[in-house]
């Protein structure tokens, strides 16, 4: 869907997907070579951006080491994508569309202040990407048609959840009463659904609404037999009653088989399962959480379990209604997931391996489209985990070296302990560095950190670092710490293993 943005517009949210993603620094010629523009365009663009999001955004700029951008802490990221989106002609078409189905080219053009040139320009640019999800926008009158009418409505729910997030509401439905309900569905069918899928909920069913006010309905409908499945307290047949006073008090005028037609795009969990599909999706979801248990050597209580077990079956039925990239620009599993690559190694990388093999193995895109997503729900939901893994992690034998004298090194090395503190194990030297005599003494370690270039370690792991270590410093020796603990943990395994 990036493609509907403009040229200009698409490259700066690349240049600020890389920025917000860079860990420090990173140069004008990477970006340039990254945006495929000159090395003048990226510094224009920056200060683009910095200047439409000034409480938003600061871009420090660095001869040196090159460019490196700050989230303000009163604002999210999110919010700079969310105003791109809005200020889209393409997207403020497809919300025109949306909320005025069947108008004409000329009440379009006074509806969104365009040109009738600019408005077929748009229609032509709309439907290249919308192709790819089995999506026609029409024209005269304008309409939104697919192959799916629940797939039209999760394409609207996920775009309204992307521009709008949590604080702004397009509809005119009142926002509380749908979040209550939603509450409830969560509670009464025991989804354990996460806020941002609460927040998605809540849009599905706006959009659900919205869609059958305008008279829009599915061709084929959800099968009769799911309405007297149970899951959790109640059957969706008995829910009918739980939900006929929320329609009354919203005051909206639906046709006689409302309920069927809400159902089937709302109850996504009811009508994703086809024989032994199930079974084969639980076994795929225990599969995943008893490796990651052994890989780990870590525990999970039952019901850490029973909610990760859940909300991974959603991903699934999710998939089964709507089989397509959910984000049209930024995707926030996207980030956290990154967050979690960069501070859990060991976490992700045997959650990685093994959503790789439930891949190859069920050719569903277990690691492809979910690795991120899924990542974040065994953070979020696995009590303990972090303090587990912490526990868990090897400590890494780190020597200090400084050309500065012992002293220095002392410093070095009480900053190394105090970042690293259980991961590492440090010492520093003790003898200056100008008795070259005596320099077989050093101890032999996983790890050296110096401020200047060994030349006698050739062979070994060393890091140089500034005198006083920076957050650049920080960041490469996190990295390395990690990576050590990994391959120390997975040697260890093996000895374990041979040793039985």
Known sequence: MERLLSTKIARRILLLNWLYGA???ITAERLAAKLHCSVKTVFKDCDYLESSWKNHLTIDISKKNGLKMSISSNHSVHDIYADILKSSDAFTLLEAVFFNPGESSDELEKRCFMSNSTLYRLYRKINIPLKERNLLLERNPFVLSGNNEREIRYFFSYYFVEVYGLHRWPFNYEKEKILKLVEKLNEDFQLYLSDIRLIHLVFLVAVTLTRLEQGYAPEDMISKAVFKTRIGAVTADEYKNELLPFISDL????????????SYTVFWWLSCWKTTEEDQVQNSVDFLIDEVVDSLQIS????????ISKIIRNIYCLHQIYPYKKHIIYSRFLYSGKSIKQ????LSAFTSKALARLEKESSF????????????CLMLYWQDLPTQLYKKRGRVSITVLSDLGKEHAEVMGSIIRMTFSTNVVVTTQTLSLLNTQKIDSIEKSDLYVSNHQIQYLTGERVVVVEDILSQRNIVELRKIIEQNQLQTFKRAKRQAMVSK
């Open 365 to 376: 895109p277990w690691k492809t489209m979910y690795l991120n997503e899924i990542l974040h």
């Open 23 to 25: 860990e420090d620094w």
């Open 343 to 346: 501070n859990f190694i060991l």
């Open 251 to 262: 005051d909206i005028s639906l046709g006689s088989d409302w309920y069927e037609d809400f």
């Open 300 to 307: 999970i209580d039952e019901r850490s379990r029973t909610k």
